[in-house]
């Protein structure tokens, strides 16, 4: 008898439980859920944010500066020269000018004849000290073309198997790196080192070459004269006209 009052109490305590509550409990889980992907979505943007802004200052400390001549950049317009001497004698000239968000690129022969100096003899391009770009500055001025900024890259000591060298040589495309950051970080950081930059000139003037396409590279006419010199050839004022 006592053991069935005793039983009989316990089924009327149960009964009088309160039934699970499972909508509250799935709501704290849900709730915990996004709480964890939200804490992991900002570390990961907190992670890429310090990524760059340690990439951006290694480049931007790690860059030289050319002295040019405040005459020539107070002539110039938004133009930027750049010049990419590699292994192997391999050297690049383009000319990038920004409108509209579009960049125009002309492809200036490292052949091109230019005047060393005032009154000097005509020299090629490539003759040239990429640290001291005033006179290549001057000459493409008189071609017309308003060169404002400057970015010099001297990679000539590169090994041409390393890729420092095939970046200079035009094997390797930094936009092929994207997929591994650390990689592309370390190679734009070695590059940077070896980066020379007129005045007002920023890093992200050398960082916008990365996003280029070189199918839209305009090339520059020359023709020989009978001394070897290299001149601009007749048409090319329908190029420059066309890149202006």
Known sequence: MTIAL?????????????????????????????????????????????????????????VH???????????GQNDLLAVVKGPKGHEEIYVFRTTSGHANVLS?????????SNGGAKVPLSSLNIHEPAAMVRDLRAMGIPIGHYVGVDLHAANPNSQLGRLALGTLSVTSLLSNPAAASGLIASVASHVYLGPHTSVSALLSLMHVQSSTTLSMPTSTLSDGTVVLATAAMDVLRHFL
């Open 6 to 62: 005793e039983l009989q109490g316990v089924t009327d305590i149960l009964r009088a439980a309160p039934a699970p509550k499972p909508k509250r409990r799935s709501h704290r889980l849900l709730k915990r859920v996004l709480l964890a992907f939200g804490a992991v979505v900002f570390s990961l943007v907190a992670a890429v944010g310090t990524f760059m802004g340690i990439t951006l200052y290694r480049i931007d400390h790690a």
């Open 65 to 75: 500066h050319v002295a040019l001549s405040p005459a020539l950049l107070a002539q």
């Open 108 to 116: 200036v022969p490292s052949t091109l004849s230019v005047r060393s």
